[in-house]
């Protein structure tokens, strides 16, 4: 039954709600087209939505099975329309790239980009990204990317937030030496949740060079206003990664005046 642990499983808050995964026919036409070539299956934990069997092991094995090489991976959490990993795939023939989403239209989105350009170096995943995380051999993974995951703004919910220790300890132990987790939000009280998260641990560096300044409270989703008025501290992100190209979701945040916090962590 989905939303329950079932037998050995421990019941784990979702990062995400399911919305509708009705297709229109455009979206339709493309997952029949191209699904067979790049929609990624893996075999499911029946007891919960999206989740992966206990057994599967997402290994160097399985990889070059499914792109036919041993190229470096590279893992996107949350492809949206799927802009940014079709346009690196593009850029990058030589990376292979997988991407990793939990709403059907998004991924079929994502399926019809691959089929119009061609790709042979991505496939797409509908699945729950921490539980494909824990699946992950070690070392697997060249990168990991996370770009402007769903803020959950009300207090209450921050615990739903993606970026928690425990993907984070996944992450790293997935991630090849030396390979990074990129992170990217353009909601502030994210970024302040991101810096804690993250900052404190001795399993990734923080090798970002820009200074940034930030509340050091947390606000809400009625109290962001706020925010200017409270004390502040500064912290270290990064450059905007040049590897993200701008989406519509991304030109929203600026049109609106949020500023685009870049993080930028190193396994060591």
């Not at 075999?43 to 939505?49: D, L, V, W």
């Not at 492809?79 to 239209?105: C, M, S």
């Not at 019809?112 to 699945?127: F, M, P, Q, S």
């Not at 699946?135 to 803020?151: H, I, K, R, S």
């Amino acid at each position: 039954m989905p939303g329950t642990a079932g037998p050995g499983r421990r019941r784990e808050l979702m990062s995400f709600v399911r919305r509708s995964s009705r297709l229109d026919k455009r979206l339709q036409k493309a997952w029949d087209s191209y699904a067979g070539e790049y929609l990624l299956e893996l075999p499911e934990y029946e007891h919960r939505e999206l989740s992966i069997a206990l057994d599967f092991r997402f290994d160097a094995d399985f990889a070059a099975r499914t792109w036919g090489n041993d190229h470096p991976l590279i893992v996107e959490i949350g492809t949206g329309q799927g802009e940014n990993i079709v346009a690196a795939a593009q850029a990058r023939p030589d990376v292979n790239f997988l991407a990793l989403e939990v709403y059907k239209p998004g991924v079929a989105h994502a399926l019809l980009k691959a089929g119009k350009y061609e790709l042979r170096n991505l496939r797409v995943c509908e699945v729950n990204a921490p539980d494909l995380m824990k699946a992950a051999a070690d070392g697997l993974f060249a990168e990991v990317w996370t770009f402007f995951p769903d803020p959950w703004p009300k207090t209450k919910h921050h615990k739903r937030r993606i970026v928690q220790p425990a993907l984070a300890a996944e992450v790293h132990r997935a991630l090849r030496a030396g390979g990074v987790w990129r992170i990217a939000t353009d909601i502030e009280d994210y970024a302040l949740h991101v810096h804690e998260v993250m900052d404190g641990r001795d399993d990734f560096g923080n090798v970002g060079g820009v200074t940034v300044s930030l509340p050091t409270e947390h606000v809400s989703k009625g109290t962001a206003d706020m925010a200017a008025q409270l004390p502040h501290a500064d912290f270290v992100e990064s450059e905007r990664f040049d590897g993200r190209v701008l989406t519509n979701f991304e030109r929203k945040g600026i049109d609106a005046g949020r500023v685009i916090h870049d993080f930028t962590y190193r396994a060591v």
